[in-house]
């Protein structure tokens, strides 16, 4: 059994009108319908562009917003109809490490107070000593000195500030960390510290992460399975090296040919995929398939009636469209498109008689005898100026046409001469 699994989990925000009554008149679907599992040990990866549910699918995990239908399962326990007091002890055992880390941080507490207290409400460590002790081995663990302690968090750096929000996170001891965008509010040369420092963790403490980003290199960097996300619905799902190898969902395609190759030479010659359109509302989304209206592979009647369910296509590769394979495998193009390995059409009348289809039986014959008779005709037509030459003619038929083509300088000059 997984360690986490979630079940056609749905997080609706209602849509409230009104000064008296307040009365509900739409729903924003920010997650609909989403089923997943991460492994102990695991670091999955879910990707996708903004206003797709990514941060909100990590809430409704950790139960900080409410989970409209579904199930979250932790360790076989449903935290989505755990009680709140049975949710604050349970709490422990997920932690997340949020966006900003500036903003997760109380600016009025030092580092010490704020890694201790979810120690003291958990009950970890007998006394403020015995916490302190263990708050010093996980800030060495993150890379930061213990004289932090006595330090606020205005007085870090962003990287640093970072490193006191896992540390927070670990102290708890939890089984699942989701990291909402861990890097994301970092320089370039900091993102690979806390990636590797991640990593590091990971392999130390046996730790599970659920890592939410929309830079792809950085979680094809730590990932193992990766989950794509699209208006709140997950739309393929697949091990980080064959997403990125073969990405078979549209949406996935037009993904990767956004990231940029290091190789000129490369990046010359691949092909980018433009969306058009706008992202649809989560408050009013399309029928059908949620990607149609921008699918460059759409087909009217099954992508706009039919909602594609997300389908093992072989070596856990997950996708959500009707024609994944028929677009993997080329026999499908985009509108305007032909394939490049396919003869054109006939065309053909549709009441077409017995003598039309023998007409172009013969027309389709003659076509063909070219390829055999070709040098012997190339050879006749090839000896035809010769014997036709006039006698005495040494000047070659291009030569003499060039020299009629030319005009003559004194049949322009008399009459010039004439006029003075």
């Given at each position: 059994m997984s360690l986490l699994e979630l079940d056609g989990v749905k997080v609706h925000f209602p849509v409230k009108k009104g000064v008296l009554f307040n009365r509900t008149v739409g729903h924003v679907y920010a997650v609909d319908g989403i089923s997943l599992s991460v492994e102990a040990g695991q670091t999955y990866g879910l990707v996708g562009?903004?206003?797709?549910?990514?941060?909100?699918l990590g809430r409704a995990v950790l139960r900080l917003v409410d989970v409209t239908d579904g199930s979250v399962v932790l360790d076989g326990t449903d935290v989505a109809k755990l009680s709140e007091k049975d949710l604050r002890s349970f709490r422990r055992r997920l932690q997340m490490v949020f966006q900003d880390p500036l903003g997760s941080l109380n600016p009025r507490?030092?580092?010490?107070?704020?890694?201790s207290e979810g120690m003291a409400a958990h009950g970890i460590g007998a006394n403020q000593d015995e916490r302190r002790e263990k708050i010093k081995e996980i800030l060495a663990k993150v890379g930061l000195p213990t004289n932090a302690l006595s330090r606020y968090p205005h007085e870090f750096?962003?990287?640093?500030?970072?490193?006191?929000?896992?540390?927070?996170?670990l102290v708890l001891e939890?089984?699942?960390?989701?990291?909402?965008?861990?890097?994301?509010a970092l320089d370039v040369s900091i993102q690979a510290q806390v990636i590797n420092l991640l990593e590091e963790l990971q392999e130390s403490m046996g730790l599970t992460y659920l890592v939410i980003a929309h830079d792809l290199a950085v979680v094809r960097h730590i990932s193992d399975v990766i989950g794509v996300m699209y208006l709140g619905s997950l739309v393929e799902e697949a091990p980080s090296d064959a997403l990125y190898a073969e990405p078979m969902h549209p949406y996935t395609k037009a993904l990767m040919s956004a990231v940029p190759v290091p190789d000129p030479e490369v990046e010359e010659r691949r092909e980018r995929i433009l969306?058009?359109?706008?992202?649809?509302?989560?408050?009013?989304?399309?029928?059908?398939c949620r990607f149609h209206t921008r699918c460059p592979w759409k087909q009217d009647t099954l992508c706009a009636t039919e909602r594609p369910s997300l389908t093992d296509l072989g070596d856990g590769h997950k996708v959500a469209c009707h024609f994944a394979r028929e677009i993997h495998e080329g026999t499908l193009t985009r509108a305007g498109e032909t394939p490049a390995d396919a003869p054109p059409a006939p065309v053909v009348p549709a009441q077409a008689d017995a003598d039309s289809v023998e007409a172009e039986t013969e027309t389709?014959?003659?076509?063909?005898?070219?390829?055999?008779?070709?040098?012997?005709?190339?050879?006749?037509?090839?000896?035809?100026?010769?014997?036709?030459?006039?006698?005495?003619?040494?000047?070659?038929?291009?030569g003499d046409a060039e020299a009629e083509a030319e005009p003559d300088p004194d049949a322009d000059a008399e009459p010039e001469a004439a006029a003075k």
């Open positions: 562009e903004s206003g797709c549910g990514k941060t909100t507490q030092n580092i010490e107070s704020i890694l750096s962003g990287g640093q500030r970072q490193r006191i929000g896992i540390a927070r996170a939890p089984d699942l960390i989701i990291c909402d965008e861990p890097v994301s969306l058009h359109g706008d992202l649809p509302s989560p408050a009013n989304p399309p029928a059908g389709k014959a003659k076509a063909a005898e070219p390829e055999d008779k070709a040098p012997a005709e190339a050879g006749a037509k090839a000896a035809e100026p010769a014997d036709k030459a006039p006698v005495g003619a040494d000047a070659e038929p291009d």
